[in-house]
């Protein structure tokens, strides 16, 4: 499976306030590269992406906020080449722990990118992500 690896995506970081945390970001030598929201059932959740080299954040504004008990970085994302053949080949080496049943497509979030979560072992979540 190690074959469809291609690097990490991008490192989630809730904030409460995304006008705040973007200015916070450039000031210390990041740029925003895209800015997009996604509809979900609690409201609109915002979203941003910030390029720093070599890596990228990806700020997330929830309209309910998130509690931020032991920190604010929710998962973190690696780049799949094939997200279906990444799946199947970590559920054959007995990786059971998929957030959800079915993959997301979301042709029109950042240019359009599918992706899958599952859990590690202390529950960490790790997301699975194509773009399209």
């Known amino acids: 499976m190690k074959e469809h690896y291609r690097g990490l995506g991008h490192i989630a970081i809730h904030t409460q306030d995304?006008?705040?945390?973007i200015a916070f970001y450039e000031k210390i030598?990041?740029?925003l590269a895209q800015r997009d929201a996604v509809t979900t059932p609690d409201g609109e959740k915002k979203?941003?992406?910030v390029s720093f080299g070599g890596f990228t954040l990806e700020l997330i504004e929830s309209p309910v906020p998130a509690p931020m008990t032991e920190g604010n970085i929710p998962h973190f994302?690696?780049?799949v080449d094939d997200?279906?053949?990444?799946?199947?080949?970590?559920?054959a080496a007995g990786v059971e722990t998929f957030t959800e049943p079915q993959k997301k497509v979301l042709p029109n979030t950042f240019g359009g990118l599918q992706n899958w979560f599952f859990t590690g072992p202390s529950g960490e979540q790790?997301?699975?992500?194509?773009?399209l």
Request: glycine share 8%.
């Open 83 to 91: 997200l279906d053949a990444t799946a199947d080949a970590l559920r």
């Open 47 to 49: 979203l941003a992406l």
């Open 29 to 31: 030598g990041g740029a």
């Open 18 to 21: 995304m006008d705040a945390s």
């Open 77 to 79: 994302a690696v780049y």
């Open 126 to 131: 790790i997301e699975l992500l194509q773009m």
